[in-house]
């Protein structure tokens, strides 16, 4: 599906500062002033290492967070100051999240129907228990698991038919925005692509736009229209898929393509993977301007390393 890139973005991430005080002393900034847009039917992919802020800015957007400065728009309303009861309803139901570990975030002790139904439950959306069964059989149709599978508890299935069952689980609220973080990243190499090309299908069918957080670029590639590069809390670059793995800008987001293997072992043996250390790269995160290349692509940094970069 084509996205209209002239149309009203279903999320603006705006400025969003994200810090956890620790102590009297210290605090984590997690996330420090990162704005970012998805469209609807999009997917946005946030890449970056561990510890970068992937989570924190997944879990601000949903709003499991009180975010400590910035915005974020969701569909025209603003949900980054305290939710009207109308709003809570908005966002917990238009916007739903896939998590890593399906085993963790599944509870054991329910039946797969009640796990996916439990949306359906909250806020009453069928007219009767024939209605509820219906909705729970199609939505588990949708994404390659049988009708049986219903009266089934979590750990009677494997990792990739669990992770199907936490995408039927978002699914059947029939959300505009589907926050994906990691979710295929504890799955068989073989089940990934499998559970990627479903969330495609998905997508196809039902226009929903997806966050799709993953660590490294390699992952989020088939799926993404555009990518975000973020280290330390910071959204360094973003641009196109295209864009960021023929062009990209910053240092960091060359060394995280750099380290993708290459299928032809020819190129492979060649591959020199190139190491980024932010404290030698004399970057200052917080200085800085924004630079539009190309459409959306931009990078955070000054006139000085734009030029030393694009060199
Ligand atoms: N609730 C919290 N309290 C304190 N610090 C936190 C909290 N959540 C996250 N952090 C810190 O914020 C930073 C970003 O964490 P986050 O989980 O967002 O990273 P991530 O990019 O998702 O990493 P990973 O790839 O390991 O999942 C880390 O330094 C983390 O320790
Ligand atoms: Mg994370």
Not at 11 to 25: D, N
Not at 44 to 56: A, I, M, P
Not at 138 to 149: F, N, Q, R
Not at 183 to 199: K, T
Request: charged letters at 25%; a neutral charge.
């Amino acid at each position: 599906m084509a996205v209209d890139y002239n149309s009203k973005p279903l999320l603006k991430v705006e400025g969003l500062k994200q810090y956890f005080p620790i102590s009297r002393t210290f605090t984590v900034k997690a996330v420090e002033g990162v704005s970012f847009e998805i469209y609807p039917g999009e997917t946005y992919g946030l890449v970056g290492e561990s510890g970068s802020g992937k989570s924190t800015i997944g879990r601000s957007v949903i709003r499991l967070y009180d975010p400590t400065d910035g915005k974020i728009i969701f569909d025209g309303t603003d949900i980054s100051k305290k939710l009207s009861r109308g709003d809570t309803k908005k966002l917990r139901t238009q916007m739903q999240m896939i998590f890593q570990d399906p085993m963790s975030s599944l509870n054991p002790r329910k039946k797969v129907e009640d796990i996916i139904g439990e949306g359906l439950d909250i806020h009453k959306n069928y007219k009767n228990q024939a209605e509820r069964s219906e909705k729970i059989k199609a939505i588990l149709k949708k994404v390659g698991l049988a009708p049986e599978h219903a009266s089934r508890y979590p750990h009677q299935f494997s990792g990739g038919q669990r992770q199907r069952v936490g995408i039927a689980r978002a699914l059947i609220m029939n959300p505009k925005l589907i926050i994906a973080d990691e979710c295929i990243s504890a799955l068989d190499v073989s089940i990934q692509a499998q559970v990627v090309n479903l969330m495609k299908d998905i997508q196809e069918e039902t226009g929903s736009a997806y966050l799709f957080i993953a660590h490294d670029l390699s992952m989020v590639k088939y799926i993404s229209d555009r990518i975000g590069v973020l280290h330390l809390g910071h959204l360094l670059e973003t641009g196109t898929t295209d864009e960021i793995f023929q062009n990209p800008i910053h240092p960091y987001t060359k060394s995280l393509l750099s380290a993708i293997p290459e299928p032809n072992p020819m190129v492979e043996k060649n591959r020199v993977a190139e190491s980024y250390d932010y404290k030698t790269s004399g970057i200052n995160y917080n200085l800085g301007v924004e630079h539009h290349v190309s459409g959306s692509h931009y990078v955070k940094c000054t006139d000085e390393e734009f030029e030393k970069w694009t060199k």
